[in-house]
T-cell receptor, first 114, second 108 residues
Framework: DARVTQTPRHKVTEMGQEVTMRCQPI?????VFWYRQTMMQGLELLAY????????DSGMPKDRFSAEMPDATLATLKIQPSEPRDSAVYFC????????????FGQGTRLTVV | DQQVKQNSPSLSVQEGRISILNCDYT??????FLWYKKYPAEGPTFLIS?????DKNEDGRFTVFLNKSAKHLSLHIVPSQPGDSAVYFC???????FGAGTRLTVKP
């Protein structure tokens, strides 16, 4: 049963702490997306990678957010330092090669910064 | 600048009736579009897609129409069922930036 796996599912942290969210894309998928969902913003694209290379991170606050793909089976999204306004659900999605393929989403990480 | 827009934040329909969800885009280079459905506390799930070489794609109760000249997509659900109540998002595949979503409520 191929699926995108995100960990942790829930995270509560104090303001100023570092937060790392992880995503395991579906095997064979070469494109990975990170999204943030807030009440007001809908699904906001933060960054995406193809073949582990970052293609677009224009949606990501550069001063505190960073996204990496250490290898083809792991994508990470870090926030340092975290702030209460970062509280949201963060989704990862992966897509197979090809221009017209659908992306598959993970269950998300619900982050609460207090 | 948001290139894919869903201007209706919510829609309420009666069970058995048709639901029509709309999506507009600005970039004429977009050639493949996706619709996703999202339930609370779950990730979005793929629903249906359409290529710009077509003007219609049908999958069971779901049909997506594409009007390239108007840069407009619509998702039709017929007949609507209470289980269809969710937030629906559209996106262009080459961009993967979603519209703001439309919350559909289907009343029994």
């Amino acid at each position: 049963d191929a699926r995108v796996t995100q960990t942790p599912r829930h995270k509560v942290t104090e303001m100023g702490q570092e937060v790392t969210m992880r995503c395991q894309p579906i095997l064979g998928h070469n494109t990975v997306f990170w999204y943030r969902q807030t009440m007001m913003q809908g699904l906001e694209l933060l960054a995406y990678f193809r073949n582990r290379a970052p293609l677009d991170d224009s949606g990501m606050p550069k001063d505190r957010f960073s996204a990496e793909m250490p290898d083809a089976t792991l994508a990470t999204l870090k926030i340092q330092p975290s702030e209460p306004r970062d509280s949201a659900v963060y989704f990862c999605a992966s897509a197979p090669p090809g221009p017209n393929t659908e992306a598959f989403f993970g269950q998300g990480t619900r982050l609460t910064v207090v | 600048d948001q290139q894919v827009k869903q201007n209706s934040p919510s829609l309420s329909v009666q069970e058995g009736r048709i639901s029509i969800l709309n999506c507009d885009y600005t970039n004429s280079m977009f050639d493949y579009f996706l619709w996703y459905k999202k339930y609370p506390a779950e990730g979005p799930t793929f629903l249906i897609s359409i290529s710009s070489i077509k003007d219609k794609n049908e999958d069971g109760r779901f049909t997506v129409f594409l009007n390239k000249s108007a840069k407009h997509l619509s998702l039709h659900i017929v007949p609507s069922q209470p289980g269809d109540s969710a937030v629906y998002f559209c996106a262009a595949r080459s961009d993967m930036r979603f519209g703001a979503g439309t919350r559909l409520t289907v009343k029994p």
